[in-house]
DNA sequence: GCCTTGACGGCAA
DNA sequence: GTTGCCGCCAAGG
């Protein structure tokens, strides 16, 4: 194994995405910058909405959970209608502070190091922080 | 091989 | 406090 290949072992920046975008939880919703943040690259929160333009049909990312940084569905319309989005996270208990704006303070989810022992150790679930604004 | 677009984010005026 | 502009990274035409 190279020291090339060791570093590279990183498949795709996209299969990298749709990892972490796998690795949320029900209910929970996250953000582009923050996936992106967790990949080393804090600044392509735009390659990661992208890469979530064309996910693998095998993979079922729940694209649905991931939102902008102010927790606006920026990709509603890309599931066909915002609406279709909306129900998704609302069957999923996801509180809405506006029709098509879910309240991140209640259900932000942060990637951490999603494939690492760190995450593995926490249980990928039931991290949850969380706020109590009430 | 070049330029433009794109499901975002942060900073400045 | 709000609105607007620029910057990043990658893929498509």
Not at 94 to 120: I, N
Request: proline letters at 8%; glycine letters at 8%.
């Amino acid at each position: 194994m190279t020291d090339d290949a060791a570093q590279d072992d990183q498949p795709d920046f996209y299969s990298r995405v749709y990892e972490v975008a796998l690795h949320i939880p029900y209910g929970r919703v996250t953000t582009y910058g923050a996936i992106a943040r967790s990949m080393g690259h804090p600044n392509s929160a735009r390659v990661v909405g992208y890469a979530l333009n064309a996910p693998p049909p095998f993979l079922d990312v729940p694209c649905h959970r991931v939102v902008n940084r102010i927790g606006f569905l920026s990709g509603g319309w890309h599931f066909g209608h915002p609406d279709v989005m909306r129900d998704k996270l609302r069957a999923e208990g996801v509180p809405f502070v506006d029709d098509y704006q879910v309240d991140l303070k209640r259900v932000m989810w942060e990637p951490w190091a999603v494939g690492s022992a760190a995450a593995d150790e926490v249980g990928d679930l039931e991290q949850i922080p969380l706020f109590e604004d009430g």
